[in-house]
């Protein structure tokens, strides 16, 4: 007989500053964006970084001009959720290869922010409502697991000493977004909803040139998030599978 799935936890917001490490502009505006707004709101301090610059990500617009104009509007969703500091990576969009040099990029920002929480994209082949996963996903999302660890290695990425950038083993959790296996929910209700539409909205120039019949913001985001909330009995949920360490 089939077991019944856990049932799900509160992720509690127990942290003081939290990192939120994606691959391309708007992967944090699908979902995350909301728990984000949240957080902000309860005191704690939020940042991004993202390892591209979504060069890549507009059919109808050239990488050379794509990627400026994406990561202003990166800058400006950030802003609507109460993101002041967006740092970017300068790998390729479309090709980030998973190894060291990724893993010692993620390992600086987190050095440099020394937050208590991480919040990542999932590493799995597919998402948890079984679209399949894109590979700057996973390659950044497994990078990003390594990272937490790397950070606290004062023997690792030792060219980081002379960045000032002392280990950092704070990390205390990691969350990962549009994980198949979901462990804790965040309430996203009401106005932290309407704040993630507002935020996914603000890539204008991405969201143009979507296929006609692909859902815009709202709809989207009340799929997603509508989906988080039924299944722990509120209206809209952001869900994260919750990894401890220590």
Partial sequence: MEQPAPALEPLDN??????????????IEYGTAAAVHRWVGE????RYFLLTRGEAG???MDPAE????????ERESARRVGVDEVDFGDHPDGAIEYGVALRRDITRAIRRTRPDLVVAGTW?????????????????????LDAVADAGNRWLHRDLDAEGLEPWGGVTAIAV???????????????????????????????????????A??????????????????????????????
């Avoid at 127990?14 to 992967?27: K, Y």
């Avoid at 005191?43 to 939020?46: E, K, R, Y």
């Avoid at 794509?66 to 509007?73: F, L």
């Avoid at 799995?124 to 990003?144: K, P």
Wanted: proline content about 5%.
């Fill in 14 to 27: 127990t942290f003081s500053s939290i990192l939120c490490v994606v691959a391309h502009p708007d992967d």
């Fill in 43 to 46: 005191g704690t301090t939020v």
């Fill in 58 to 60: 507009i059919d109808t």
């Fill in 66 to 73: 794509a990627g400026s104009v994406r990561e202003a509007e």
């Fill in 124 to 144: 799995g082949l597919r998402f948890g409502g079984g679209m399949i996963n894109q590979a700057d996903h996973r390659a950044v999302g497994l990078a990003t």
């Fill in 177 to 215: 977004a549009g994980s198949p296996d979901p462990t804790h929910w965040v309430d996203v209700s009401g106005e932290h909803f309407e704040a993630s539409v507002h935020s996914l909205e603000a890539h204008e120039a991405y969201n143009s040139v979507l296929p006609a019949d692909f859902p």
């Fill in 217 to 246: 913001p709202r709809e989207l985001l009340g799929m997603i998030l509508g989906g988080g909330g039924k299944a722990v009995g509120v209206e809209h949920a952001a869900l994260f599978e919750v990894i401890r360490r220590g």
